[in-house]
Antibody, heavy 117, light 106 residues
Framework: EVQLVESGGGLVKPGGSLRLSCAAS????????MNWVRQAPGKGLEWVSS????????YYADSVKGRFTISRDNAKNSLYLQMNSLRAEDTAVYYC??????????WGQGTLVTVSS | SYELTQPPSVSVSPGQTASITCSGDKLGDKFASWYQQKPGQSPVLVIYQDSKRPSGIPERFSGSNSENTATLTISGTQAMDEADYYCQAWDSNTSVFGGGTQLTVL
């Protein structure tokens, strides 16, 4: 069974940093591209970042470019999102999601990031 | 930047057919996916590559995509289908979601 488990969310002050992790199991992690998608409270889904299976291709939404860094450790079956210079508008549930030709076929349960003083 | 537009809400009576649209420039040239999200839960893929259903998704869910509009159709809508629905497509290496449609079954 495919499982994605996010962790690392919490309360952080504006301008602060946070590192999210996503532990993958039940599939061959290094074969799949992975994404982070977020959802602000009461709002819709917003794509944040993508990383290819070999880390060769990395993309960011304009809203986080220069502040967030996506990475992965295929030996540890883990995906990461380093978030710096956090703003109130970054407050959201952050999901990691597996990417296939079928779309986002697996999602984690999400981890809540709250940016507030 | 590329945008996908959905109606904020759609209402349907139980047993009837619900249609949710997603509009974007030349969307028919891309693959559209649809996600269902119930309150407090993670999104679930219900349609991919415009019209294909993942295993475990009921046959009442179907999709189409042509020109500038993708459509999610739920035939014989059930109370359990009440949820938010999001369309999604890829454009120039970025993933784009529609704003979401709240489906009410009443």
């Amino acid at each position: 069974e495919v499982q994605l488990v996010e962790s690392g969310g919490g309360l952080v002050k504006p301008g602060g940093s946070l590192r999210l992790s996503c532990a993958a199991s039940g599939f061959t992690f290094y074969n799949y591209d992975m994404n982070w998608v977020r959802q602000a409270p009461g709002k819709g889904l917003e794509w944040v970042s993508s990383i290819s299976s070999t880390t060769r291709y990395i993309y960011y939404a304009d809203s986080v470019k220069g502040r967030f860094t996506i990475s992965r450790d295929n030996a540890k079956n883990s995906l990461y999102l380093q978030m710096n210079s956090l703003r109130a508008e970054d407050t959201a549930v952050y999901y990691c999601a597996r990417v296939t030709n079928s779309g986002y076929d697996s999602w984690g349960q999400g981890t809540l990031v709250t940016v507030s003083s | 930047s590329y945008e996908l537009t959905q109606p904020p809400s759609v209402s349907v009576s139980p047993g009837q057919t619900a249609s949710i649209t997603c509009s974007g420039d030349k969307l028919g040239d891309k693959f559209a996916s649809w996600y269902q999200q119930k309150p407090g839960q993670s999104p679930v893929l219900v349609i991919y590559q415009d019209s294909k259903r993942p295993s475990g998704i009921p046959e009442r869910f179907s999709g189409s995509n042509s020109e500038n509009t993708a459509t999610l159709t739920i035939s014989g809508t059930q109370a359990m289908d009440e949820a938010d629905y999001y369309c999604q497509a890829w454009d120039s290496n970025t993933s784009v979601f529609g704003g979401g449609t709240q489906l009410t079954v009443l």
